[in-house]
């Protein structure tokens, strides 16, 4: 996949899929579409080595129907010139991994956030998303791990689900969310799956009855 700059300033990614991919499904006549990020949710903290049963998790959803897009934000494409080589390199080395299982991340968006504007810089992001999409930010489910991403993604309006890894005590401060919190990928999109099942089942149940 080209890379290509997204809509906002410092927001980078993959073009979404060209002529030839099939479109994702519908769940009551809106596209499935699930915004998954990088470090915490798809990889390790560190960025590189995909986590234990995240690529599962993915092509999991893509089997469901779902279009799975990936957003990371990558400091050093601000500063270094070999940053984006790198990191298409890395999804590369996951898109063949997920190909192997039958998934795959439709796209990957990229921002380098500047010191102390993290949050900005990341709803632009979702917003970048959306806008490519054409889809309106609250239609979009997004999972995250990191507290920054939490708050992004809310002020961008998209639907947020957290991933907690860490216990957590009662002292500790509620984390931001609007949508449910789990574990790790794979339970999310257990989660996100069954949900999507459970709405469809009306419309089919209608369109067998219908004369």
Do not use: W
Request: contains cysteine.
């Amino acid at each position: 996949m080209p890379a290509a700059r997204g809509f906002n300033p410092g927001s980078q990614g993959h073009a979404p899929s060209g002529p030839g991919t099939p479109p994702a499904a519908t769940d009551n006549g809106r596209m499935k579409r699930v915004i998954v990020g990088d470090a915490g949710c798809l990889t390790a903290p560190d960025g590189q080595a995909a986590l234990p049963g995240a690529l599962e998790a993915v092509a999991h959803l893509n089997q469901a129907g779902f279009t799975v897009i990936a957003a990371s934000d990558i400091p050093a494409l601000a500063t270094d010139g070999q940053a984006m080589a790198a990191a298409n390199a890395r999804y590369a080395r996951l898109q063949q991994a997920l190909g192997a299982m039958g998934g795959r991340i439709d796209a990957v968006f990229f921002c380098s956030a500047l010191p102390g504007a993290f949050d900005t810089a990341f709803a632009g992001l979702l917003r970048d998303v959306a806008l490519r999409y054409q889809e309106p930010p609250g239609d979009l489910q997004a999972i995250f791990a990191g507290s920054g991403e939490a708050r992004a993604a809310l002020a961008a309006g998209v639907v947020l689900h957290r991933l907690e890894r860490a216990a957590r005590t009662a002292g500790d401060p509620p984390l931001p969310t609007n949508g449910a919190a789990y574990p790790d990928l794979a339970s999310c999109a257990q989660a996100l799956v069954a949900a999507a099942d459970r709405s469809s089942e009306p419309s089919e149940r209608n369109d067998t009855q219908a004369p």
